[in-house]
C-alpha cells in the first residue's frame, strides 16, 4: 500500500486514509458524470471489499468506507482495471476539480464545464512541477448557469461568461477575463503563482485565500504574467432547487452525504444516461421523469426540498472516525426535527475541531470534546463555544426552549 496519509493531505484511492472504520478510498471522478455501468461496478466493490457505505464528499468526490487492509490491493487492482484511478498517488492529489453538473443541459450555462474540466485534470496531471501544491488545493469550473459554485472550498476559480472564461481566486472577488481556449493555461499559472510567492512565506500558506490575505490579489496575478485589467465578479447566487423534479432532470438529496451500496444500485438502475454526482451532497439523474420520485423516497432518499434533513450537517463521528469522542448523525437527526427546513443548514455537528462535514460558519454548531458537547453559535467549529460540555439533552433542552437561536 502507499504511505498512510498524514494531515494536510487528501484521502485518494492511491492513498486511502486510515479511519475508524477501515479504510476510506476517495474517488474523482471527472466533472461529476458517473457511468451506470461503473456506478455498479464501484457499488460491488463497496459491498464485497467495504462497509457498504459510501459518501459524496464536499467537492462531489465519491468515497469508499470501511474498507479492510488486507483488500485493499485487490480494491486498487480493479478500480485501476476501471481507469477510475490515476497512475499514482501525486497525479491522483493534484487532480482536484470541481465542475458545475449540468452544462450539457442546463439552458443558462455559458459554456461547456465537463470539458473544460477534462482539459484541466489532463493540465495539472501533465505539469510535475504542480505536484507540490498543497493537498486541498483545488480547482473549480463554473459554466454560469443555475448552479454557482460560489459555496464550494476552492482556491483557483475558473467561471464562463459570454465573452471567455473569468479566472479569480479564491478569498477575492476580482477576476482576469480570457479567452476560453486559454483558461486552462491561465489557471496553471495562477498555480505556479502560488507555489511561488507562497514559498516566500513563513509558514507558506496552503491555501490561496491565505496567499490573497498576505501580499493581495494584484500581486498574485501580476506573478501569473496575468495583467492588470480586470473586472469584479458579480455576486452569485447557489439558489438553484436540486432536489425534485425539473424538465431536464430529476435530483434527490443525500442526508449526511451517505448512500449504500443497495441505493447506488438503485441510482444507476432508475437513471437513463448517467448520474451526476454534485458537491451538494445531491445526485441529478438527466432526463428521467418525475414519478421516479416516490419509489427513490421509499429507498431513503430526500426527493423534496424541505426535508430537515437537508438542512444539517454531521460528520461520521464515533466510533467510525477515531478522533471522534461522540456520536454525531443520530444526534443531527434528533435535533433537525425541532426546526422547519429553509435554506441552507443551520446545524453542523461536528465529532472534533477539524470540520469535515462543513467548513463554513452555521447558526449552531455542535463540536465533541473529551465526550461533551461545545456549543458555538454563528461560528465555526473553531471558534469560542457559548456553552462547553454539555450533554445532548441539554443541547437538545436550549435548542427547544429558544434560548440559542433556531
Ligand atoms: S470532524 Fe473530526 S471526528 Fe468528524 S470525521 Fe473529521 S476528524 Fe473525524
Known amino acids: 500500500m502507499n504511505e498512510p496519509l498524514i494531515r494536510g493531505w487528501c484521502p485518494g484511492a492511491r492513498r486511502p486514509m486510515q479511519s475508524g ?10 466533472g461529476g458524470r458517473f457511468a451506470l455501468g461503473l456506478a455498479h461496478t464501484v457499488a460491488e466493490i463497496a459491498r464485497r471489499y467495504g462497509n457498504g457505505e459510501l459518501d459524496l464528499g464536499r467537492r462531489g468526490g465519491l468515497q469508499l468506507r470501511g474498507v479492510r487492509n488486507d483488500d485493499y490491493a485487490a480494491v486498487e487492482t480493479e478500480l485501476a482495471m476501471l481507469g477510475l484511478i490515476d497512475a499514482d498517488a501525486d497525479a491522483e492529489a493534484v487532480r482536484n476539480v470541481v465542475a458545475s453538473p449540468l452544462s450539457d443541459l442546463d439552458e443558462m450555462a455559458q459554456g461547456d464545464a465537463f470539458l473544460l474540466a477534462k482539459q484541466l485534470e489532463a493540465a495539472l496531471v501533465a505539469d510535475e512541477s504542480l505536484r ?17 459554485l460560489s459555496d464550494v472550498s476552492t482556491d483557483i476559480r475558473l467561471s464562463f461568461l ?8 479564491n478569498g477575492d472577488a476580482r477576476a482576469i477575463v480570457v479567452r476560453t481556449e486559454d483558461a486552462v ?3 496553471l499559472r495562477l498555480a505556479h503563482a502560488f507555489l511561488d510567492l507562497a514559498s516566500r512565506i513563513d509558514p507558506p500558506p496552503r491555501r490561496m485565500a491565505t496567499l490573497v490575505g498576505h501580499v493581495g490579489p494584484e500581486a498574485i496575478f501580476a506573478a501569473a504574467g496575468l495583467g ?3 473586472v469584479t465578479l458579480a455576486a452569485r447566487s447557489d439558489a438553484a432547487p436540486l432536489i425534485g423534479a425539473f424538465p431536464t432532470h430529476v435530483g434527490i438529496g443525500l442526508p449526511f452525504g ?4 443497495n441505493q447506488l444500485h438503485l441510482l444507476a438502475d432508475t437513471a437513463a444516461s448517467d448520474l451526476r454526482l454534485t458537491p451538494f451532497r445531491a445526485v441529478l439523474l438527466p432526463g428521467v421523469p418525475a414519478d421516479v420520485l416516490p419509489r427513490l423516497a421509499e429507498a431513503g432518499f430526500a426527493t423534496a426540498s424541505d426535508d430537515p434533513l437537508l438542512a444539517v450537517a454531521a460528520c461520521p463521528g464515533a466510533p467510525a472516525c477515531a478522533s471522534a469522542t461522540i456520536e454525531t448523525r443520530d444526534l443531527a437527526r434528533r435535533l433537525a426535527r425541532l426546526k422547519p427546513a429553509a435554506r441552507g443548514i443551520w446545524l453542523h ?12 460558519a452555521h447558526a449552531v454548531t455542535l463540536v465533541g470534546r473529551d465526550g461533551g458537547l461545545d456549543l458555538v453559535l454563528d461560528g465555526r ?10 450533554t445532548p439533552e441539554a443541547v437538545e433542552a436550549l435548542i427547544r426552549s429558544g434560548t440559542v437561536e433556531k
Open 258 to 261: 451517505r448512500l449504500t451500496a
Open 185 to 187: 493555461a491561465g489557471a
Open 162 to 169: 459570454q465573452d471567455g472564461v473569468a479566472l479569480s481566486l
Open 349 to 360: 455537528v461536528s465529532g472534533c475541531e477539524k470540520s469535515c462535514a462543513s467548513s463554513a
Open 21 to 30: 472504520d477501515g479504510l476510506i478510498l476517495r474517488l474523482r471522478i471527472t
Open 381 to 390: 467549529p473553531t471558534d469560542p463555544p457559548r456553552h462547553a460540555g454539555l
Open 228 to 230: 492588470r485589467e480586470g
Open 132 to 148: 507540490q501544491l498543497p493537498g486541498k488545493f483545488g480547482f473549480s469550473i463554473d459554466d454560469g448557469g443555475r448552479f454557482g
